[in-house]
Nanobody
């Protein structure tokens, strides 16, 4: 079994900051790309940021310069530092991790349970 446990969401005022964490555990041989998605009510889930195993990052235009994705391979954890938060950042945030569970097995996508981020005064 593989588990992704997210933490760090909450209520914050506009201009504030939050740091999301997503820790992977269980039967894991290797981890490839890691990322964060978000979904606001009535919208499709969108990719916010991703990071490859080599550390290359990618961001949706709306968060560039405000959000930073990072990873700690030893801890099997991905982070999303969110600064200068805006009301339009309000959504449920999900981590997504590409995992090889056993040597030679196929890569599979796993999702976290989601954490609510609300930006409001």
């Amino acid at each position: 079994q593989v588990q992704l446990v997210e933490s760090g969401g909450g209520l914050v005022q506009p201009g504030g900051s939050l740091r999301l964490s997503c820790a992977a555990s269980g039967s894991i041989f290797s981890i490839n790309a890691m990322g964060w998605y978000r979904q606001a009510p009535g919208t499709q889930r969108e990719l916010v940021a991703s990071i490859t195993s080599g550390g290359s990052t990618n961001y949706v235009d709306s968060v560039k310069g405000r959000f930073t994705i990072s990873r700690d391979n030893a801890k099997k954890t991905v982070y999303l530092q969110m600064n200068s938060l805006k009301p339009e950042d309000t959504a449920i945030y999900y981590c997504n991790v590409e995992i090889m569970r056993f040597y030679g097995s196929s890569w599979r996508q796993f999702w976290g349970q989601g954490t609510q981020v609300t930006v409001s005064s």
